[in-house]
């Protein structure tokens, strides 16, 4: 049973302090390495980690082809800015090739997980001769996958799977007793910009985990534009979270007077503190039709928009 510290309980600080000495102890003399992907968690690690090992540890941003528009470049500039040398690897062809024919979420987020820790981060650590991988996982992605809810990408000694001898490195969580809220609390005591510490979450397997069926370069494509609208629409909303989801069937729509068999594009929005239980956020009918309208006429091919109104439970906040 991993402790829980909650948010209002925590002195972030005297959490952050507690973390470098314990890394430091952990790894020695060792290199580390860590993945960032720009969020709120992994960029807390960084720093953490930073703080603790200084240039012993290797910040690398995994490029899969499957981040936000801009995302990798985004990321290192704002790193670079607080001393961070962040080295972006090309990936796309490693997950593209594990994702090919996969349809089944499990099986998805199962190819996204050993790709990036085997395939891609095992290369890494025999380049870098690190023996040691700090990522944020945070309390609530052990709570969803030990219970069966969603498998998180990052989830591995929890599920029995011994880092050491599957990849060969050790894992290290400073994150693991916090949830979203708490995170941000910390990342905001690190020094971490505003535009970071209160960024929305994004998953792990980022958008091939918005993409309901096979995820191709092209649905990518889709979804990439689908999100550009979807954030610049509600990024005043005030929500927790928002995202465009691309379903998998076709669905007839017309256009210009003739029957078009399109894509349906699912916006969902949610309020929620730290992720357990969410609500879809009451969006005005008029920027739902906004967000349509753009949908529509701006991504090829998509005939079709929905707004998700079921809560978290029984519904998830990812769809994938």
């Not at 593209?96 to 998805?108: N, Q, R, V």
């Not at 729509?253 to 068999?261: A, N, Q, T, V």
């Amino acid at each position: 049973m991993i402790e829980e510290i909650k948010a209002s309980e925590l002195n972030p600080e005297e959490y952050i302090s507690k973390q470098v000495e314990s890394i430091g102890s952990t790894v020695g003399e060792g290199i580390g390495i860590n993945a960032l992907s720009g969020g709120v968690d992994s960029s807390a690690v960084t720093l953490i980690g930073h703080r603790a090992m200084g240039d012993k540890l290797k910040t690398i941003f995994i490029d899969h082809g499957m981040m936000r528009e801009g995302e990798p470049e985004y990321v290192r500039d704002v790193f670079k800015n607080l001393g961070v040398d962040v080295q972006i690897i090309d990936a796309k062809a490693e997950f593209y090739g594990a994702l090919k024919g996969l349809t089944d979420p499990e099986e998805k987020r199962e190819a996204i997980t050993r790709t990036f820790y085997k395939d891609v981060f095992g290369k890494l650590v025999r380049d870098t001769g690190a023996k040691h991988l700090m990522q944020g996982t945070i309390l609530t992605d052990v709570d969803e996958t030990v219970a069966g809810i969603k498998r998180q990408h990052n989830i591995l000694a929890q599920v029995g799977i011994d880092t050491e001898q599957e990849f060969g490195y050790n894992v290290v969580e400073p994150l693991i007793h916090l949830r979203k809220d708490g995170v941000r609390k910390l990342a905001a005591a690190l020094g971490l910009p505003e535009e970071i510490y209160n960024r929305m979450p994004f998953l792990g397997p980022a958008l091939a985990g918005r993409i309901i069926g096979e995820v191709t370069p092209e649905k990518v494509a889709t979804i990439k534009q689908a999100t550009v609208i979807v954030e610049e629409e509600l990024a005043d909303s005030g929500a927790f979270q928002y995202m465009a989801i691309l379903h998998d069937s076709r669905v007839p729509g017309m256009r210009d007077g003739k029957r078009e068999y399109g894509q349906q594009i699912e916006v969902r929005c949610w309020d929620s503190v730290d992720a357990r239980v969410a609500t879809p956020t009451r969006i005005p009918h008029e920027k739902l039709e906004r967000i349509a309208e753009r949908l529509v006429n701006e991504v090829p091919e998509v005939v079709s928009v929905t707004y998700n109104i079921t809560p978290k439970p029984p519904s998830t906040m990812e769809a994938v």
